[in-house]
């Protein structure tokens, strides 16, 4: 499994960006993929998730971006995103796109490289 992260950039507070994870061995519509944040100097944190066909499909945020940030699929691209609204300076982080995974009954995800956010003051 290969999950590939690109749109990151610079953006000016206030602004937008989409975030795209293309992923190649493995179909995203049956897994539960999501997106996780590392900023300087802090411990990884949970973005968006966005569940499985088979698992209904349902979206959760983390509080600090409810109503900003908005995670998709498009499964004939096999393809999430997440767009990003109304930016502030402390969503300035390391984006990664996690796909859930379990081997033996222990979690083992697959993690993305990384897309630099930044967003200035």
């Known amino acids: 499994v290969q999950l590939v992260e690109s749109g990151g950039g610079l953006v000016q507070a206030g602004g937008s960006l989409r975030l795209s994870c293309a992923a190649s061995?493995?179909?995203?519509?049956?897994?539960?993929m999501g997106w996780y944040r590392q900023a300087p100097g802090k411990q990884r944190e949970f973005v968006a998730s966005?569940?499985?066909?088979?698992?209904?499909?349902?979206?959760n945020y983390a509080d600090s971006v409810k109503g900003r940030f908005t995670i998709s699929r498009d499964n004939a691209k096999n393809t999430v995103y997440l767009q990003m609204n109304s930016l502030k300076p402390e969503d300035t982080a390391v984006y990664y796109c996690?796909?859930?995974?379990?081997?033996?009954?222990?979690?083992?995800?697959?993690w993305g490289q990384g897309t630099q956010v930044t967003v200035s003051s």
């Open positions: 996690n796909q859930e995974a379990w081997r033996a009954g222990v979690r083992d995800d697959y």
């Open positions: 061995g493995s179909v995203v519509a049956v897994r539960n």
């Open positions: 966005i569940n499985s066909r088979n698992s209904g499909g349902g979206t």
